[in-house]
């Protein structure tokens, strides 16, 4: 079992960047695939990103040239970094941990099993 404790949200003016951080406590991330997912209030939970255990990488399309999502096993820690924020990436943002390595179903977020509590990210216009 994992447990993701997100940070580095905050109040940035649109153009600017945040790197948010997961950091995992329990098991090693390294088996785990890896996801980022974003919620307005009112709205379903979208999925951002995610990291496979075999070092291959997704994202959503809204934010594809912009994000990056990385990982740092030694530190057990997984990072995205946001560039070229826009207010439509307002949302709290979850870090999510799943334990199956396939890639069907990573872009739901139902298929995670792990969930940290959330960081807001703000953009302002």
């Known amino acids: 079992q994992v447990q993701p404790v997100e940070s580095g949200g905050g109040s940035v003016q649109a153009g600017g960047s945040l790197r948010l951080s997961c950091a995992a406590s329990?098991?090693?991330?390294?088996?785990?695939?890896m996801g980022w997912f974003r919620q307005v209030q009112g709205k379903e939970r979208e999925f951002v990103a995610v990291?496979?255990?075999?070092?291959?990488?997704n994202y959503t399309e809204s934010v594809k040239g912009r994000f990056t999502i990385s990982r740092d096993n030694a530190k057990n820690t997984v990072y995205l970094q946001m560039n070229s924020l826009k207010p439509e990436d307002t949302a709290v943002y979850y870090c999510?941990?799943?334990?199956?390595?396939?890639?069907?179903?990573?872009?739901?977020?139902?298929?995670?099993?792990?969930w940290g509590q959330g960081t807001q990210v703000t953009v302002s216009s």
């Open positions: 329990g098991r090693t991330v390294r088996t785990y695939s």
């Open positions: 999510a941990a799943r334990e199956s390595t396939s890639y069907s179903g990573s872009y739901s977020w139902v298929s995670y099993n792990y």
């Open positions: 990291s496979w255990s075999d070092g291959k990488t």
